[in-house]
Each structure stands twice: as C-alpha cells, then as structure tokens.
C-alpha cells in the first residue's frame, strides 16, 4: 500500500513538473507567439528600405542585435516630420515613436528571422526632436515603449533614454536605437 501511494505521489509530481516546464516554455504571454501578437494588434511589418548611407539596419554580437536609429513612417510610408512642442503635440509624438517600434521590429525580423527568437528588449535610445522649451521627451517615447511591452509582455521591457535635440535627420519626428537580446 505505501508503495503504491508513493508511486501515486511520484506520478502526481513528475505531471505537476512537466505541465510547469511547459507553462514556463510558452513564448511571451498567455502562449501567444510574436507574430499573432502583432496580427491581434493589426501590426503589419514592412520590408525595411535600403539604409541612407553607410551603414545597416542591425548587426549581431554574439546574443545582441544592436538596431540602428530608425524613423517613423506613417501607414502610408511616408515619414513622419516636425518639431514635437512646435509642429506635433504629445499624442502626435507618441504615436511617431510607436510607428518607429514597428520599423525597428520590421529590420529586427528581417535579421533574426523569427520575432519568436527573441529573449529580452534590453535597451531604446530615444531622440525627439523638439523645441527648446519641450521637456516630455519620456512621454513621446511611452509610444516605442508601450508597444514593445505590448508585443514582448515582461520581455518587453527595457532599459531607457529618452531625450530632446535640437534637430533630426529630414526633420523626423523621432528617432530611435534598439538593443535586443535573442537565443
């Protein structure tokens, strides 16, 4: 009897172990994967355009993919130019920088492969270009961050800078650098 009530406890145990590796291997939340994520929140990758000049979109290090500073583009296309505080409100600017998450996300998909590879968004530098007198530069860049947290969950979130310039490359927006960490 006792070693039948071990082997019953044995088998509970090993099952209750199993099931939490499972749960524990699941990518990102609820065992959604990136890639229906983004289809639940009607996010569609584009094919990154050629760089403006010498360099790339990403290069790999090891586990590290260090994204370039990348614009916004609008839906459209077409980028996404003022001075935050002058030309854009906040709302205006956050939702530059969110556009700006989805080019990031699209070259990081174009060198990775599979958005499912990645571990960790570890860190966004955020450029906004604004006013002088402009000092929300956190708030616009909530828009890349939010995202990326929306994507990612927990693995979405990350290490930041978010600061003002006097101006950006062709008047955009924002600008934003990525480093991210995947498998």
Do not use: W
Request: positive net charge; hydrophobic residues 45%; glycine residues 8%.
């Amino acid at each position: 009897m006792f070693i039948k009530k071990s082997l019953f406890l044995l088998s509970v145990l090993l099952l209750t172990l199993f099931l939490a590796t499972q749960q524990a291997c699941t990518p990102v939340q609820g065992g959604t994967d990136v890639e229906k994520r983004l289809e639940e929140l009607g996010i569609t990758l584009t094919t990154p355009s050629k760089p403006l000049a010498n360099y790339v979109h990403a290069v790999r290090s090891g586990n590290l993919v260090f994204l370039a500073g990348h614009g916004p583009r609008d839906e459209a296309g077409k980028l996404i130019t003022g001075k935050v505080g002058r030309d854009l409100d906040i709302k205006a600017g956050q939702h530059a920088a969110r556009r700006t998450a989805i080019s990031l996300l699209s070259s990081l998909k174009a060198e990775i492969g599979d958005l499912n590879k990645v571990k960790r968004i570890v860190k966004v530098l955020g450029m906004v270009n604004a006013t002088e007198d402009f000092t929300q530069h956190p708030r616009v860049i909530n828009g890349c961050s939010d995202l990326l947290v929306e994507v990612f969950g927990e693995k979405g979130k990350h290490a930041r800078a978010a600061v003002g310039m006097a101006s950006l490359p062709m008047n955009i927006a924002v600008e934003i650098e990525m480093i991210v960490e995947i498998e």
